[in-house]
């Protein structure tokens, strides 16, 4: 059968540094379909599964999920949208979980934005966020936050040897990051 074009752009962070408020502006302005892998996990947590109740302890801990689990849920939902442009939030982590995406899927991102902003402005970010996230606690928002400086950062590295980071500053306010996003975003022809 015919091989359909799908586009996909990673879009890493620390925690709190606003993947999830910008891939939302991104996806309505130019057309992305936007995946969080941390909804994913929990929605698979809510469901009850017994993989939901492992992921449940992870997360809790804010260490990484293993990348069979992550890239098969990554890949389930993106086999459920009849979409050819995916913005994957918060994804990947590590290294492992680079290599295992590339070799489950075959693909290889157009390009990685990290959202770059200081860790003093990440915390107050996450400490009144009040969603209600059990992650969202002083204690699990440093170890998230030293995970993301070990594992995360040299998976960024890794894209950066690559050529493919597009690096902007994320401690300002929502929409002046939107603003150097957008200009990211609209050199990108289809
Ligand atoms: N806010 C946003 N932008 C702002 C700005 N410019 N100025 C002021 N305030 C701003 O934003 C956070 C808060 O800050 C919000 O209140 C927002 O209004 C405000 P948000 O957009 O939610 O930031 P985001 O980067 O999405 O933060 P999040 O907490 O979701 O990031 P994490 O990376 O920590 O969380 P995620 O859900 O991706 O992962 C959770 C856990 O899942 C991980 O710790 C890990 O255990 C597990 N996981 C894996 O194991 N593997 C994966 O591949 C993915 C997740
Ligand atoms: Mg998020």
């Given at each position: 059968g015919k091989q359909k074009m799908v586009k996909i752009v990673f879009v890493i962070g620390g925690p709190g540094s606003g993947k999830g408020t910008q891939c939302k502006r991104i996806a309505q302005q130019f057309g992305y379909t936007h995946l969080s892998v941390g909804e994913l996990l929990r929605q698979e947590i809510n469901s009850g599964s017994e993989t939901g109740s492992m992921i449940q302890k992870i997360m809790k801990e804010g260490k990484l999920v293993p990348s069979d689990v992550t890239v098969r849920l990554l890949q389930q939902a993106m086999r459920g949208?009849?979409?050819?442009?995916f913005l994957i939030?918060?994804?990947?982590?590590n290294e492992e979980n680079v290599k295992t995406f590339e070799n489950l899927t075959k693909m290889d991102p157009e390009f990685v934005l990290y959202l770059d902003c200081p860790q003093d402005e990440m915390e107050r970010r996450l400490l009144t966020?009040?969603?209600?996230?059990?992650?969202?606690?002083i204690e699990t928002i440093r170890k998230r936050f030293k995970v993301f400086m070990e594992s995360t950062l040299p998976a960024v590295q890794y894209y950066e040897s690559k050529g493919k980071v597009k690096k902007v500053d994320?401690?300002?306010?929502v929409d002046e990051v939107f603003e150097s996003i957008k200009v990211i975003f609209s050199q990108r022809k289809d």
């Open positions: 949208m009849d979409s050819d442009k939030d918060g994804f990947p982590r966020r009040n969603e209600g996230r059990e992650d969202d606690n994320a401690g300002k306010p």
